[in-house]
């Protein structure tokens, strides 16, 4: 069992920058790919970024890609999402995932853990 606890959330306005961390339990945690989720009002859970173990491969959704990073820290058991220039679009709950197995993947229901999510609102 995994436990992902994320922080960093908050009311920003557009334009503004904003990174997420999440806190993953576990002694292996290198070993564990990690990844970012989102959910707005009203839409269907989607894919942000993903993560390797290693922190060698990353995967983003194409329309976020230039404005946002994944990024990790083993020694910390952190990963954190670091996201710029942002939009109202972007406004959203985001959830933080892992993979035991170190599988990246853009589908929701391929990630076992999930966090309680924190909540990110970018104002026009």
């Known amino acids: 069992q995994v436990q992902l606890v994320e922080s960093g959330g908050g009311l920003v306005q557009a334009g503004d920058s904003l990174r997420l961390s999440c806190v993953a339990s576990?002694?292996?945690?290198?070993?564990?790919?990690m990844g970012w989720f989102r959910q707005a009002p009203g839409k269907e859970r989607e894919f942000v970024a993903a993560?390797?173990?290693?922190?060698?491969?990353?995967y983003y959704k194409d329309s976020v890609s230039t404005r946002l990073t994944i990024s990790r820290v083993n020694d910390k058991n952190t990963v954190y999402l670091q996201m710029t220039r942002l939009k109202p679009e972007d406004t959203a709950v985001y959830y933080c995932v892992a993979d035991t197995s170190d599988r990246c993947s853009d589908v929701a229901d391929e990630w076992v853990y999930w966090g309680q999510g924190t909540q990110v609102t970018v104002s026009s």
């Open positions: 576990g002694r292996t945690f290198s070993t564990y790919a």
């Open positions: 993560i390797s173990g290693s922190g060698g491969l990353m």
